[in-house]
């Protein structure tokens, strides 16, 4: 059986982009993954356990996609990765996704980490504001360290945001390369049956109907055998010999006299 060509095949500049955006994204998610994870596992940040719901299912359904188009260019003939015009709406949604995730991540990235830890020792509770003569070393270095991970965090999910919303735009791309191709059109081939064969002694031609005839002829264009006129039709008496003249005249004219 023949293989029919793809409709459109990626160019080596075109598929090994696309490969390197996903396996950066793949990178990238992995990152945001362990930085949530360490900052959720920590019982002094029980606020960072919401980031970690909006976080998990996008991280989740990025990764898988992600895996997916790259092995689809690694093993599909041609490196053809998935069909543009799934491309362009899975990767629609991640890059719209990411961008409401990046303003809720920026949320913890970008605002002091004090308001974020738990039992925090700067914290006056008799005016109801921060101390920072009261801030033990402790509380410092936990600070410090939760501000500087929200920021990678806010920084890696821009990025991921970035290279979806360039995925998007290639695979628009494609898709209008591949709508204005022309369309092939295949023709099956019409199957001949074998050449006619003439019977030997046959008059009428095949596919033509038999001629009409009155009752007690013969059918036109039917040879008839030798035997109709060598031999009388059976019949239960048999054949009386024609009768002769006499051969005296008188007897003749004695019958008529």
């Known amino acids: 059986m023949q293989t029919q060509p793809p409709k459109y095949v990626s160019p080596p500049g075109t598929w090994k982009t696309k490969l390197g955006l996903r396996a950066s994204s793949i990178v990238f998610v992995i990152i945001l993954a362990g930085l949530g994870g360490s900052l959720a596992a920590n019982p002094r940040l029980s606020s960072t356990a919401w980031m970690m ?56 990235g970008l605002l002091r980490a004090r308001y974020l830890i738990d039992d925090y020792s700067g914290y006056d509770s008799y005016r109801y504001r921060y101390d920072p003569s009261k801030v033990t070393a402790e509380d410092a270095a936990l600070e410090k360290d939760v501000q500087a991970r929200g920021r990678a965090m806010v920084a890696f999910a821009i990025m991921t945001t970035l290279i979806h919303f360039a995925l998007f735009v290639i695979g628009c791309y494609e898709t209008n390369i591949r709508n204005r191709m ?16 003439q019977i030997p002694g046959a008059y009428q031609q095949l596919g033509s109907l038999p001629a009409q005839s009155m ?17 009388p039709p059976p019949g239960p008496f048999p054949v009386q010999p024609a009768p002769t003249l006499a051969a005296n005249p008188k007897a003749g004219a004695e019958r008529f006299a």
């Open 215 to 231: 009752p007690g002829q013969p059918m036109q264009g039917q040879p008839l055998p030798n035997q109709m006129f060598m031999q």
């Open 182 to 197: 022309p369309r092939t059109v295949y023709v099956m081939q019409p199957i001949y049956g074998p050449a006619p064969v």
């Open 53 to 108: 719901v909006a976080l998990a299912p996008a991280v989740i359904v990025t990764f898988i996609w992600d895996i997916a188009e790259a092995i689809c260019i690694l093993k599909r003939s041609g490196n053809r990765g998935i069909h543009p015009g799934a491309i362009v709406g899975v990767d629609l949604l991640a890059w719209l996704g990411w961008a409401i995730l990046d303003l809720f991540l920026a949320s913890y």
